[in-house]
């Protein structure tokens, strides 16, 4: 015999996941993603520029590239264009024997003409690229070093 203790159809037995309530926190946790993820990744990207305080000076002649404020190009001091310098670093490389390669630009430039000329430079056969910098030195060296 069965006994019923109150009317059946106010509380029914649910038999499904409610999904309402997933959906909800899974909005909330995508939106929180979202909204964390621009700085997250603004974090991890951090430039420090360098700063050329002493170099080491090479241990032999390098070749020089050297790019003017106007942005011309110029190969051992001497007045090249971009489309031309691949031939004639090939032409330098195969006179010095010397494959080292320094490019030497004006700070107005911009780096996608220095990125540029190191690439020609890579693409002739350069065996060793840099980027030449003018020696600073710190202000309190400078105080330590008698002046001549």
Do not use: W
């Amino acid at each position: 015999m069965k006994v019923q203790i109150g009317p059946r159809d106010k509380f029914p037995i649910m038999s499904e996941i409610n999904m309402i309530p997933l959906i909800d926190v899974s909005l909330v946790l995508l939106i929180i993603f979202m909204v964390v993820t621009p700085f997250l990744v603004s974090s991890q990207i951090k430039v420090s520029l360098p700063k050329a305080v002493s170099g080491v000076p090479p241990e032999s002649e390098p070749i020089k590239i050297q790019i003017s404020a106007r942005k011309n190009f110029y190969l051992n001091q001497q007045s090249v264009h971009l489309d031309d310098l691949a031939s004639a670093l090939r032409a330098k490389f195969a006179e010095t024997k010397n494959s080292t390669v320094v490019v030497e630009s004006d700070a107005t430039v911009p780096v996608e003409l220095v990125i540029k000329a190191m690439d020609v430079a890579k693409s002739a056969g350069a065996q060793k690229l840099g980027v030449a910098v003018s020696s600073e030195q710190p202000e309190a060296e400078k105080e330590k070093i008698p002046a001549p």
